[in-house]
């Protein structure tokens, strides 16, 4: 049961507090599994520790998004799955696009994985603002 | 969904923000389901409408 002492939107905010703690444990090992192999001479154990600690992590930034997508107001839920749709959306169609790209040797650099995210990033944003608006 | 509830907010001199509260949802719900834009789940109906001690069916207007 929910508390009504606070508002629904003061409880969204508070929510979002997980998801940023779990996100940025999720950066800091995925800059030990890219970087830690310098500093302890690409000792594979080492390694394979800091990318499974990463994709522990990992579950831990699903698990902790899931439960805030369970939390928040049906309205807020809605803007936010339907940007999600789209960053999905423009990840794959982009991805592929840029692999059938690659394969005809259209591109004469490659792209990193790490673009990729970063656009999906920038799409979510962006669509999760045009979705506030849009139910302002 | 067409619905009352601009006008029973106004005959209880409630601002948005006061039947948000009330219902335990965002004031943008109440002001999205005011305007149309968005179709509340039957939970959230149902609270709305008990927050007037209404029947669903006296709030939400079935244009079907």
Redesign the interface.
Known sequence: M?E?NE???QR?FKNVVPIAIWTLAWVATLALARFGPDLWDSQPVASWVAIAANVGVGIGVMVAHAGFLRRV????R?ILVDAMAVALGVGLVGGFAYAAADSAGLFVFDANIAFFSALMAVVYAVATIVG?L??? | MKNHLKALRAEHDWTQ?DL??RA??????I??IEKE??D??LP?AFRIAKVFDLTIEEVFLDEQ
């Open positions: 929910q009504h508002s629904v939107d969204a107001d049906e309205l807020q809605k506030t849009r139910y302002r | 923000a948000a509260d335990n949802v965002s004031r943008q719900t002001n999205a834009k968005f509340p789940s959230v």
